[in-house]
């Protein structure tokens, strides 16, 4: 398609496929992953941690989402981009977090938002869905309830925890959630939970039997140091490649073998 939307993803579900998701939070990286033919590309509040430093995702405002969220969207030709409501901007009520998804859909042209949170949120989903907003609900660990869960661990273990989190996402659908996303839950619980709803789900250290799948880009490209979550998959090592690079031109700035003729004009 032309432009990836709510409706690809629910073919998918429909025909058995799955599709992928990156994070992106400017225009470069989205443009590349659009043109590698990713289906959607989430501006995540994850921009905290991995573009400005912060140790959490709790700082990050709606307007700082929005200055990332707007340089994405002019780089995805394709892709649909689903921009996360930051913490702060939509908990008080369905007013507070519909007025905040109006203001990305208006000043960032965003396709879709992204929520935290269980069937607690019903009614939020509900009134930004009528105003014609998509939103993608996110359970298992929320990042921006790390102090209330006890920091980052699986969600959704021990006894009918299977059957409360069916009970969740299902609500979340039946409020017009266009798709669930579950992070840190059991391979097994997530299959359930998938095979219970008739709209699309995507995980991130949930299986492979969600329809989707979502990494953080600087955790699959190597871009960033530390230990990586399990669930990471690291398809590059930028961050060996981008130092290497950088050692090479201070060493040739240093010797004078940067810039060579060729790099300077003549008069
Ligand atoms: O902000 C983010 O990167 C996310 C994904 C990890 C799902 O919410
Ligand atoms: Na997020």
Redesign the pocket.
């Known amino acids: 398609p032309s432009r990836y939307r709510t409706v690809h993803l629910q073919q998918a579900k429909d025909e058995g496929r799955h599709f992928a998701m990156l994070?992106a939070y400017d225009f470069q990286m989205a443009q590349i992953f659009d043109q590698a033919g990713i289906e959607t590309i989430?501006v995540?509040?994850?921009a905290a941690n991995n573009v400005m430093g912060h140790a959490t995702?709790l700082p990050i405002t709606l307007d700082e989402m929005i200055v990332f969220a707007s340089s994405v969207v002019r780089a995805a030709q394709h892709a649909m981009v689903v921009c996360?409501l930051p913490f702060g901007s939509y908990e008080l009520s369905p007013e507070q977090g519909t007025a905040s998804a109006i203001r990305l859909v208006k000043e960032a042209s965003v396709h879709a938002v992204?929520m935290?949170g269980g069937s607690r949120y019903a009614e939020h989903i509900r009134m930004m869905t009528a105003a014609g907003v998509p939103v993608m609900a996110?359970i298992g660990f929320?990042?921006?309830s790390e102090n209330v869960l006890g920091g980052y661990r699986v969600q959704g273990r021990g006894d009918d925890a299977a059957a409360r989190m069916i009970q969740e996402a299902t609500a979340l659908q039946d409020a017009g959630a266009f798709c669930v996303l579950m992070e840190m839950v059991p391979s097994e619980v997530a299959r359930q939970v998938d095979e219970a709803l008739r709209v699309p789900t995507i995980g991130i250290g949930a299986g492979n039997a969600t329809t989707g799948q979502v990494l953080v880009w600087q955790d699959m490209l190597g871009l960033r140091s530390g230990k990586m979550p399990r669930f990471v998959k690291q398809y590059a090592d930028l961050r060996s490649v981008v130092h290497d690079a950088v050692t090479s031109y201070v060493q040739e700035v240093r010797s004078g073998a940067f810039p060579a003729p060729e790099h300077g004009f003549e008069s």
Do not use: I, M, R, Y
Request: glycine residues 8%; negative net charge.
């Open positions: 994070t989430l995540g509040d994850s995702t996360d992204k935290e996110h929320t990042p921006q």
